[in-house]
C-alpha cells in the first residue's frame, strides 16, 4: 500500500507541475526590461527582504525566493502589488508567509495583471486582497482568518491550490478581545466565507478546500439588575452565524475538479439569559425587590456549510464530502422575579436559533455537471430559553408575579446536500450529477414556562412552540433535471423522477449509491470512489466527453468514459480493456509483474505453487501500483523461496 500510495502522489505531483507550466505559458508578456528579483533575506524588512524589494518590482518582473522558511508580515495592510508582476515561491511546503493571526498577506491593487505561485499562506488575516487581475496557483491557505483566504473583488484564477483551516472572524459577544462587553449586549455576526470572499469574477480548477468554516456568531451577554438604579435588563440576542464555509459568492464564480471537505458554515450565537429580581437592602431599614427581565433571542446559524452563492454559479466535476452546517443557537433563559405584590412584568425565554441549511446553498440561477455529493449533513435547531419563574424569594408571602413564557424552538437544516429556490426554477440545473448519503437535521427544544408557586395570582406562564425537522436529505426546493442523476432520496425536491430522463431517484427511503468516502485515488485532489457494483456506474451521459462539455477525464484526470458508458458523479470507475497482457520480468529484488490497461484499474495479485488447487485457494499476494498512468507494477519478493510460482491478476 505504501508503493501505492507512493505512486498515486508522484502523479499528483506531477498534475501540479503540469498545471503551473500551463499557467507560465499564459502568463502576459512584457519587454526586455523585464528583470527578476531574487529575495534572499527572510527579515521582516531590510536588504533583500520582501518587504524592501517588492516596491521595486516593475510591470513584467518576476519575484523568486533564494531562501525557504517562514516570512512574517507584521503590516496590516500586507505586502502590497501595484504593478503586474509574478511571485514566484519555492513550493508550499518550503516558503510560507504569516500574519501571525493578526495581519494579511498580500493587498492586489486595482489596475495589476499579477500572479502569485508556490506560497503557503499561515494564520493570515485575509491572504489575498484582490482588487486586480490575479492568477494564484500551487499555494496552500492555511489557518487563515478573519476574512478567510482569499477575498476577491476583481478577477481571479485559482489553479492547484489547497486551503485548510480557515475561517471567518467571530461575531464580538459576551467576551471580546478579552474584555467583557456591558450587560444585555446584544452579539456581532460571524463574517462570511472561511476560504474565499467573491464579489467579483473567479475561476478554479484541481483546488481543495478542507476543513474551513465560516465565523460564529457571539453570545449574547447577560442582563444585569441594580435595583437602587431601577435598572434592569434583557439577556442580549446572540449573532448570526457567517454563511458559505468555504466559499461566499456574490459575483460570478465558475468551479472545475474541486473538491469540499470538512467545511463549516458558521453556528448562531446564543442569547444571554435575563436579569432576576433580587431584595438588596438600601438603606438597611428598607428592601427593594426586583422584577426578573427577558432572556436574548439567539442567533440564526449560516447557510452553506461548503459554497453560499447568491447570483449562481457553475461546477464541473467537483466532490463535495462530509461539510455540515452549523446549528442554531439556545435562547436565553428569562430571569427570576421576586416581587412583593402582583405585577406583570415580562420575563420570558428568548427564541431559538434555526440551524442553517445546504452544504450548497443557492437560490437563483446555478449549473451542476458530473458532480458527487456524498455524506454531507445539516446542523440542529436550537433550543427556546425557559421563563422565568415567580417565585418570592424574599420571603413575602404575598403573591407572586406572573410566570414568564417559554420560547419557541430553531428549526432544522434543510437540504443536506443541495438547498435551492423555494418556487419553480428552470434556471438550477443538474447533469449526470450523484446525491447520495446525505442527511437533513432536527429541530430544538421548545423552552418551559417559568414555575409558579400556590399562592400567585397573576396569569401562567406558557410553553414554547415546536419548530419543524429539516427537510429534503439530499435536495430541498425545485430543480430542472438535465439528466442521468442519481438522487438517492428525492423526498422535499422538485424536478427528478425515476427513470425519466434516465435520472435514478429514490423515494421513500434512501438508495446505496455504494460510494467510499473522501480518499487520495489519484490526480491533483481527492476523490469519492465509486464501488464496483454501484447503480452509478455505466448510467451516465455518454455525451459529455464531446461539444459543449469536452470531459474527456474524470476529477483526477482519468479517462471519462472507461466502461460501456460513463458514469455518474465526479469519479469514473477504471474497468478493464481487454486483453490483459502481463509481463514477467526477473528483477534483482524479485518477479516483477507488469501490466498496461486502463488508468484507474485495481488489479489484485493471488499466487500458488500448486496449480490444481482451485482459485478460490490461491494466496493473495498484494496490489499492483499504478507507477504511472495506465501502467501497474508489482514485484514478488518472496520469489526466491520457492521453485516455482504461478500468478493470477484479478480486477473487482
Known amino acids: 500500500m505504501r508503493a501505492f500510495r507512493s505512486a498515486l502522489e508522484a502523479n499528483r ?42 516596491p521595486t518590482a516593475k510591470n513584467g518582473d518576476v519575484i523568486t525566493f533564494a531562501v525557504t522558511g517562514v516570512i512574517t508580515n507584521m503590516l496590516t495592510g500586507g505586502f502590497t502589488i501595484s504593478n503586474s508582476i509574478s511571485i514566484v515561491g519555492p513550493g508550499p511546503d518550503l516558503l510560507t508567509i504569516t500574519g501571525t493571526n493578526w495581519y494579511s498577506g498580500f493587498q492586489v491593487n486595482n489596475g495589476a495583471t499579477s500572479s502569485i505561485s508556490g506560497l503557503t499562506f499561515y494564520r493570515c488575516t485575509s491572504a489575498i486582497n484582490n482588487s486586480a487581475n490575479l492568477t494564484v496557483s500551487n499555494c496552500v491557505f492555511s489557518g487563515c482568518y478573519r476574512g478567510g483566504g482569499i477575498n476577491n473583488a476583481s478577477n481571479l484564477t485559482v489553479s492547484a491550490c489547497t486551503f485548510t483551516d480557515c475561517r471567518g472572524g467571530y461575531g464580538s459577544g459576551g467576551y471580546f478581545n478579552g474584555s467583557e462587553n456591558p450587560p444585555g449586549t446584544s452579539a456581532g455576526s460571524g463574517a462570511n466565507g472561511g476560504a474565499i ?27 444585569y439588575v441594580a435595583i437602587y438604579l431601577h435598572q434592569f435588563t434583557a439577556g442580549g440576542n446572540g449573532g448570526n452565524g457567517g454563511s458559505g464555509g468555504a466559499v461566499y459568492d456574490t459575483g460570478t464564480m465558475a468551479l472545475t475538479n474541486c473538491t469540499f471537505g470538512g467545511n463549516t458554515s458558521g453556528y448562531g450565537g446564543s442569547g444571554g439569559y435575563g436579569s432576576s429580581g433580587f431584595s438588596t437592602i438600601y438603606p438597611p431599614t428598607q428592601t427593594y425587590p426586583g422584577p426578573g427581565w427577558n432572556g436574548g433571542n439567539a442567533g440564526n446559524a449560516g447557510n452553506g456549510s461548503a459554497v453560499w452563492s447568491a447570483t449562481g454559479a457553475r461546477f464541473v466535476s467537483c466532490t463535495f464530502y462530509n461539510n455540515s452546517t452549523g446549528s442554531g443557537g439556545n435562547g436565553g433563559n428569562g430571569g427570576d422575579a421576586i416581587m412583593p405584590t402582583p405585577s406583570y412584568y415580562q420575563f420570558n425565554g428568548g427564541y431559538a436559533g434555526n440551524a442553517g441549511s445546504g452544504t450548497l446553498y443557492c437560490t437563483g440561477t446555478c449549473q451542476l455537471v458530473a458532480c458527487t455529493f456524498y455524506n454531507n449533513n445539516t446542523g440542529n435547531g436550537g433550543s427556546g430559553g425557559s421563563g422565568g419563574a415567580g417565585v418570592n424569594y424574599a420571603g413575602y408571602m404575598g403573591s407572586s408575579g406572573n410566570m414568564g413564557n417559554g420560547a419557541n424552538a430553531g428549526n432544522g437544516g434543510s437540504g443536506g446536500a443541495i438547498f435551492g429556490p423555494r418556487n419553480s426554477n428552470t434556471n438550477f440545473t443538474l447533469l449526470n450529477v450523484l446525491i447520495a448519503g446525505n442527511a437533513c437535521s432536527y429541530a430544538g427544544s421548545a423552552g418551559s414556562a417559568g414555575a409558579r408557586v400556590v399562592s400567585a395570582t397573576g396569569p401562567a406562564g406558557t410553553n414554547g412552540l415546536s419548530a419543524i425537522d429539516g427537510t429534503g436529505p439530499d435536495l430541498s426546493g425545485f430543480f430542472a433535471s438535465r439528466g442521468h442523476n442519481f438522487v438517492s432520496l428525492g423526498d422535499g425536491s422538485t424536478g427528478f423522477t425515476n427513470n425519466v430522463r434516465s435520472d435514478i431517484v429514490g423515494s421513500g427511503s434512501a438508495m446505496d449509491a455504494m460510494v467510499n468516502g473522501l480518499a487520495d485515488n489519484g490526480g491533483p485532489v481527492q476523490t469519492c470512489a465509486l464501488q464496483p457494483g454501484s447503480p452509478a456506474v455505466d448510467a451516465g451521459d455518454d455525451s459529455l466527453p464531446g461539444s459543449p462539455w469536452y470531459l474527456a477525464t474524470d476529477a483526477r484526470g482519468y479517462p471519462r468514459k472507461s466502461g460501456a458508458h460513463v458514469d455518474i458523479g465526479a469519479y469514473e470507475l477504471g474497468q478493464l480493456s481487454l486483453p490483459v497482457v502481463a509481463n514477467v520480468t526477473m528483477t ?31 494466496n493473495f499476494l498484494g496490489q499492483m501500483s499504478e507507477v504511472s498512468p495506465g501502467v501497474f507494477q508489482w514485484t514478488d519478493t518472496s520469489a526466491g523461496n520457492y521453485d516455482s510460482q504461478f500468478y493470477l491478476l484479478q480486477s473487482p
Open 197 to 223: 470572499v467573491n464579489s467579483g469574477n473567479m475561476s478554479a480548477r484541481n483546488c481543495q478546500f478542507l476543513n474551513n468554516t465560516a465565523g460564529w456568531g457571539g453570545d449574547g451577554t447577560p442582563g
Open 13 to 54: 505531483n506531477f498534475w501540479l507541475v503540469l498545471t503551473l507550466a500551463i499557467i507560465g505559458y499564459f502568463t502576459p508578456q512584457y519587454s526586455s526590461r523585464a528583470a527578476t528579483i531574487v529575495v534572499t533575506n527572510l527579515a521582516k524588512s531590510g536588504a533583500g527582504t520582501l518587504r524592501t524589494l517588492l
Open 588 to 618: 534483482p529484488n524479485g518477479t516483477l509483474l507488469s501490466v498496461t490497461n486502463t488508468p484507474g484499474v485495481t488489479f489484485e495479485v493471488l499466487g500458488t505453487t500448486d496449480l490444481t488447487l482451485p482459485v478460490a485457494y490461491w
